[in-house]
């Protein structure tokens, strides 16, 4: 077997449990799942599709927190082994470049991604419908709202780890105002963090399984490895009862991440545990986050259940890009640059 690796840190103290025995599929979730339960902290009645990252000796969540009115804002969390956090029951200050509170009116499925030395969380915000909040903090302190990046409407915003070719790269998921078709994952770039352009074509949903046939969108930052960018991505189907939100996996190119090189035509993950079929919305599973050691390749996963828990998953550096080369399925021109 080929040695594929992950490029970057190592993270000793990240979350892990080895495949159990009769486990199939390259995948497999931890035993304690879901790891927040509902009612986490004082007025927040569910906790999902959230981020996770290492910071100094320890970890910090941002979550979505949905409120006891039923409206989503974003909560930080802090944990010593990722996976029992506190959770602050005061939802995130973000405040303007001069200083003056810019509170969104609603946000949801964060990402927060180190660039740098700075975390950027990346979130679904209102601007005149749902589109793509951007702020940025260095300390998990203070907490810098920029302008938003695009235009309405658009999901799942997702930045890749570090500048490719000297920009900065977003992945998101242009789409119209209700939860509906034109669900194609995009590119754009940025040279500033302010000016974005250079807009790209990464992925068609589709495909010869139906599972993806409705839409997809971004999942956490992708993962740099020797054999190109790893993203976790959610795939969504309609059946008679709505959607169903399962976790599917491809590999970008490491230059021109608008050419997916693999991408498997399977789901890694699918709602099949009582927290990822019951819940606030039914059969969701959600990927927003990975914690990741490139000493060992192991990968950690954290991803929203039923848009009521979170829950971790696992697999290996090696296992996951195995099972996509061997799954492969190139759907539509995604082997294309993606500027028509
Ligand atoms: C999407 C987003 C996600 C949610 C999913 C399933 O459109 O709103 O936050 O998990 O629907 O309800």
Avoid at 126 to 149: C, M, Q, S, W
Avoid at 184 to 210: A, C, I, N, Q, T
Wanted: hydrophobic share 35%.
């Amino acid at each position: 077997m080929e040695n594929i690796k992950i490029i970057g840190g190592n993270l000793a103290n990240m979350p892990w449990q080895d495949k159990p025995e009769g486990s199939v599929g390259p995948v497999w979730r931890h035993s304690e799942n879901p790891i927040v339960k509902r009612n986490p902290a004082k007025g927040i009645a569910r906790i999902f599709n959230s981020a996770v990252v290492a910071y100094e000796d320890r970890f910090i969540g941002v979550f979505r927190a949905e409120t006891i009115n039923g409206r989503p804002h974003l909560h930080m969390g802090e944990s010593d082994d990722a996976l029992n956090w506190t959770i602050d029951e005061n939802r995130i200050e973000f405040i303007d470049e001069e200083g003056n509170p810019f509170q969104p009116r609603y946000a949801y499925d964060p990402r927060v991604v180190k660039v740098e030395d700075t975390f950027y969380i990346i979130w679904c915000t209102d601007f005149y419908g749902a589109a793509i909040g951007v702020a940025k903090t260095e300390d998990f302190k203070t907490f810098v709202r920029l302008e938003n990046p695009f235009l309405p409407f658009n999901r799942n915003g997702v930045l890749f780890p570090r500048k490719i070719n000297g920009n900065f790269m977003m992945l998101s998921r242009p789409s119209d105002s209700g939860h509906t078709p034109f669900g194609d994952v995009f590119l754009s770039e940025s040279p500033d963090f302010v000016y974005w352009g250079k807009h790209r074509h990464v992925m068609s949903k589709g495909g010869d399984g139906w599972w993806q046939a409705v839409k997809i969108g971004g999942g956490p930052a992708p993962i740099e490895t020797s054999e190109g960018w790893l993203m976790f991505y959610h795939g969504v189907t309609g059946t008679c009862n709505g959607l169903i939100y399962s976790m599917g996996a491809v590999i970008l190119d490491l230059d021109e991440p608008s050419k997916v090189k693999y991408r498997s035509s399977n789901y890694i993950l699918t709602p099949e545990e009582w927290y990822e079929e019951r819940g606030f919305v039914n059969n969701v599973v959600f990927p927003c986050a990975t914690l990741h050691d490139a000493q060992t390749g192991r990968i950690a996963i954290y991803y929203g259940a039923a848009d009521t828990y979170v829950g971790v998953a696992y697999t290996t550096v090696e296992e996951i890009v195995n099972y996509i080369k061997d799954t492969n399925e190139v759907v539509g021109d995604d082997q294309e640059i993606g500027i028509m």
